[in-house]
């Protein structure tokens, strides 16, 4: 019977943990290219109200270390990067790139290489391409280093400014480099639009990249979608509620009954 209380706890933490994620996503939904995560659940375990005490909780999964099998399969959430892209918007900023084909920018940070889609980026006192946070912009040879803040980056990612004296002519001085992943749902939010995954990442052909300078790419975020999923886990969550003390309630009286008998 402690099953019912089993049930009705591990959905009502499933229903707090989506309504996490879904107001992330909501506050998000005007960030750059944002990617929105979805929470699924997993099946629960059958051992008994005492295992889904000890496994109830959110899971991202494969991505944590202390993620282990046997957790997968207590009941908890699944959450995955949805990583459809999102739309463009015109910024007409010369330093700001939006990919229109699947992949990521690697960024370089103190922690290591991190990922991201959105493409708004600035030149520090050194000259380097850098985010909004100061971490460098990699190419294909390292750290981008201009001399001039308008560059031209053209669909494959080249970067071409116009040296002092050489007249109008471009010179390519750089290349954005776009890498790709096996499985892009597996990924580490660090913050800032940055991720990072344990995959190892593969470098996308120039022919298979698709940029355009000028534009940012939308969030992927439907805030239409996000408030009937809001919706849809208060009212879960509240049936829950109820379920559990309604048997809190029959539990109680079947005591009473016992005591009167006694």
């Known amino acids: 019977m402690t099953d019912v209380l089993a049930i ?3 959905s009502m ?13 909501m506050a998000n939904a005007t960030t750059p290219g ?5 929470a699924s659940s997993l099946p629960m375990n059958t051992g008994g109200f005492a295992d889904a005490m000890r496994g109830a909780g ?4 494969g991505a944590q270390a ?10 908890m959430l699944l959450i995955q990067t949805d990583a459809r892209p999102g739309t463009l918007k015109s910024t007409g900023q010369s330093l700001d790139v939006a990919l229109t084909t699947p992949g990521f920018f690697e960024i370089s940070t103190e922690a290591g290489l991190a990922y991201t889609r959105q493409g708004s980026w600035q030149l520090d006192a050194r000259g380097r391409l850098v985010t909004a946070q100061g971490n460098p912009v990699m190419g294909k040879g390292g750290e981008i280093v201009l001399t001039r803040p308008n560059p031209v980056i053209d669909a494959a990612g080249q970067v071409f400014e116009s040296k002092p004296g050489a007249g109008v002519e471009a010179t390519p001085v750089a290349q ?9 749902k597996d990924f580490r939010r660090l ?9 190892a990442p593969t470098q996308l052909a120039d022919g298979d990249v698709q940029l355009r300078q000028g534009f940012l790419e939308n969030s992927n975020v439907s805030s239409m979608q996000e408030m009937v999923q809001l919706i849809q886990s208060m009212r879960h969550f509240e049936s829950m509620q109820r379920v559990a003390l309604g048997y ?9 009954k016992l005591g009167d008998l006694s």
Do not use: C, P, W
């Not at 913050?191 to 995959?199: P, S």
């Open 8 to 10: 009705s706890l591990q």
């Open 66 to 75: 202390d993620v282990s099998g046997g957790a997968a399969a207590a009941g």
């Open 176 to 184: 954005l480099k776009v890498v790709q992943f096996d499985n892009a």
């Open 58 to 61: 959110v899971s991202r999964h």
């Open 34 to 38: 944002y990617k929105r995560e979805v």
């Open 191 to 199: 913050g800032d639009g940055l991720m990072n995954t344990d995959q």
């Open 13 to 25: 933490q499933q229903d707090m943990a989506r309504l996490e994620r879904t107001s992330m996503n």
């Open 248 to 256: 809190d309630e029959m539990i109680g009286g079947a005591v009473r």
